[in-house]
C-alpha cells in the first residue's frame, strides 16, 4: 500500500534526498526498461553524457514516478466522461436543502450565539486544528516570495502569515478567558509547495511563529506531478530534471496522507479542522461559529459560502447536483439557470452560494482519505511550460501552452459524501472574503482592495463600538486596522466608545 501511495504523491523532497554515487547498472536497466514500455524512454536522452551527481539525482527523481500510471491518469484527465449540456446541466441542479444549510445573515442571534460557545468549548478542549493551503508563490503580484509573506500595504506592515497566525493566537486567548485555562493550544498545519517550503519555514523562524510555537506550527509539503506535452510525453526541465507542478489544491489529501500531520492530530485528540486559503486577507482562522455550526449538524465536511454578487459573477457554486453536494462551475451553467431567482425569495438568486474555498472537515473523515483519494479526478491545466527538446538538448521557451500540467481540486471530495454529512454555512463577503489574486493598481482582487477591505472592516468595527472614526482627507486616507490581538470579530472594543479615530491609523493594543 505505502508504495502505491508513494507513486501517486511525489514530493519534491524526494529530490533533495538523491543518490550519492551512480546507479548500479542493473538498477538503470530495469528503471529504463520501465519507461520504455510506457512510451516515455525519451526522459533518459541525455542521461549518458550527465556527471555522476546528475545521474543519480535524474535516476532519483524518475524512481519516484510511476509512468503507467501518469499515463493513465493523463489519460483520463485529457478524456473525461461526457459532461451533460448546459441544458441538461440545469435539470439536475438544486439548491442544497435547508437542512444542510444556515446563513449569518438570517439566522437567529441565538443560533449564532450557541455555535459560538461551542465552537470556543471545543477550542478550549484542545480538539480543534488549522491546516492553511498556503502552496502559492506571489509570482502575480510581483513577488518571488510565498504568497503568506506578502504584505498588502496596511498601515502595520503585517504579512498575511502574520494576520492570521494573530487570529489563531486571539482564539486560543478568547477560549482560555472563558474557560479560566492557560495554554489553549490550536496547531497550525501549513501545507507549502515545493517552491515555498524553505521560504515558509525561514519566514515563520524570523519572526518567532508570531507567538504560536514552533511545536504547534507544522509544515508539511504538497505533491507534485510531471509536466506533460501535448503529445502525452513527460517533459524534462532540464537534462537532469523532470519538469514538474504541483497537484493542486486537491493534494491536501493525499498530503495529509504522506505526511505526519494525521499522527500529530491524532495524538493531539483533534476531532474539527478548518481548511483555507492563505490569500484570504479576511478569513477568520479557526472560527468558533463555524467549527460550532459543523459540530452541531455533527458533519464530516462543512464549507462557508458569500452570496453571488450577480448572475454575472464568475464563480463556482456549492449546490446538488444528481443530488450529491458538488460545485459546479460558473462556465458550466446556461444564463436562465444562471439567473434563476429563488422562489422563497424573489429578490435573491436561486443558485447564490459562491465557494470561497473555505471548509471545515471532521478528523474521523480525514482517517478515511486511503479509502478514496484514489477516486478523486485530475484536471488538465494548459499551460506554456519551458523545456528541454530532447531530439537536440535545446531549451524550448513556448509562446503558447505546450504542454498540461495536472491537478485536483480540493471540492471533489464532496460528491463522495452522503448528503446528511455535508452542511454549508453563508457568511459576509465583507467581514470574510477579500482573496489576492492580481498586481496592485489591477483594481479587483489585488492588494490595495485587500487593504481597503480589512480597513472598511475596522471603521465598521469601531462605529458599532461607538466610536468615531473620522478620515484624513488632504491625504486621501480612510479606515482603520484593528488588530486581531485586540478582536477577533468586533468584540472587546468597548473601550472605544466616545472615542474619535484619525484615519489612516492601526489599533495593536488596547
Not at 53 to 77: C, G, M, V, W, Y
Not at 196 to 213: C, I, M, N, P, V
Not at 215 to 224: P, S
Not at 498 to 505: D, F, L, S
Request: glycine residues 8%; aromatic residues 8%.
Amino acid at each position: 500500500m505505502n508504495t502505491i501511495m508513494e507513486r501517486l504523491h511525489l514530493s519534491s523532497k524526494d529530490e533533495e534526498s538523491v543518490l550519492v554515487k551512480e546507479p548500479k547498472d542493473e538498477d538503470l536497466k530495469k528503471l529504463q526498461e520501465q519507461y520504455d514500455r510506457a512510451n516515455q524512454g525519451h526522459v533518459f536522452a541525455f542521461y549518458d553524457e550527465l556527471d555522476v551527481k546528475d545521474k543519480a539525482a535524474l535516476f532519483n527523481q524518475l524512481s519516484t514516478i510511476d509512468p503507467d500510471h501518469i499515463n493513465a491518469i493523463t489519460e483520463k484527465a485529457l478524456h473525461p466522461p461526457k459532461q451533460p449540456s448546459a441544458d441538461e446541466i440545469a435539470n439536475i441542479l438544486k439548491p442544497l436543502p435547508e437542512s444542510a444549510v444556515a446563513s449569518i445573515l438570517d439566522s437567529k442571534v441565538e443560533d449564532i450565539e450557541s455555535w459560538y460557545s461551542s465552537g470556543i468549548d471545543l477550542v478550549a478542549e484542545g480538539k480543534v486544528a488549522v491546516v492553511l493551503m498556503a502552496g502559492g508563490q506571489g509570482t502575480r503580484l510581483g513577488s518571488s516570495e510565498p504568497k503568506g509573506c506578502f504584505n498588502i500595504g496596511l498601515p502595520s506592515g503585517k504579512s498575511l502569515f502574520q494576520i492570521q497566525a494573530e487570529r489563531i493566537w486571539k482564539v486560543q486567548q478568547l477560549a482560555e478567558k472563558k474557560h479560566g485555562k492557560k495554554n489553549v493550544v490550536i496547531p497550525w498545519y501549513i501545507m507549502t509547495s515545493g517552491p515555498t517550503r524553505s521560504a515558509t519555514e525561514k519566514f515563520l523562524q524570523e519572526h518567532d511563529y508570531f507567538g504560536l510555537g514552533k511545536d504547534n506550527v507544522v509544515i508539511f509539503e504538497q505533491g507534485v506531478l510531471p509536466c506533460i506535452s501535448n503529445e502525452g510525453k513527460i517533459l524534462l526541465e532540464t537534462k537532469a530534471k523532470v519538469a514538474v507542478a504541483p497537484d493542486g489544491n486537491g493534494g491536501i489529501y493525499q498530503a495529509l496522507l504522506m505526511s505526519s500531520v494525521r499522527t500529530d492530530m491524532r495524538k493531539r485528540g483533534i476531532e474539527h479542522i478548518h481548511t483555507y486559503c492563505v490569500d484570504n486577507c479576511l478569513v477568520k482562522v479557526a472560527d468558533p461559529v463555524f467549527i460550532g455550526f459543523a459540530a452541531s449538524k455533527d458533519v464530516d465536511i462543512a464549507t462557508k459560502v458569500v452570496r453571488k454578487r450577480s448572475a454575472k459573477e464568475a464563480v463556482g457554486l456549492i449546490l446538488l447536483k444528481n443530488g450529491k453536494p458538488d460545485v459546479v462551475e460558473y462556465s458550466e451553467i446556461d444564463e436562465a439557470t444562471a439567473e434563476a431567482k429563488d422562489p422563497k425569495q424573489s429578490d435573491v438568486l436561486k443558485f447564490r452560494a459562491a465557494n470561497i474555498v473555505n471548509h471545515y472537515y471532521s478528523f474521523r473523515f480525514f482517517e478515511t482519505i486511503e479509502e478514496w483519494v484514489h477516486q478523486l479526478p485530475h484536471h488538465v491545466a494548459r499551460k506554456k511550460i519551458p523545456h528541454i527538446n530532447t531530439d537536440n538538448g535545446e531549451t524550448v521557451k513556448p509562446e503558447k501552452p505546450n504542454g498540461i500540467k495536472l491537478e485536483q481540486f480540493v471540492f471533489d471530495v464532496f460528491p463522495m459524501l452522503e448528503l446528511e454529512k455535508f452542511a454549508s454555512l453563508e457568511v459576509k463577503r465583507e467581514d470574510e472574503f477579500s482573496p489576492l489574486k492580481n498586481a496592485k493598481g489591477t483594481g479587483e482582487d489585488d492588494p490595495d482592495t485587500s487593504k481597503k477591505d480589512i480597513l472598511d472592516q475596522g471603521t465598521r468595527w469601531i462605529e458599532s463600538a461607538g466610536g468615531t472614526v473620522v478620515s484624513e482627507e488632504e491625504i486621501g486616507a480612510t479606515g482603520v486596522e484593528v488588530s486581531p490581538l485586540i478582536s477577533y470579530g468586533g468584540e472587546g472594543l468597548e473601550f472605544l466608545k466616545g472615542e474619535e479615530i484619525k484615519a489612516p491609523a492601526v489599533l495593536e493594543r488596547e
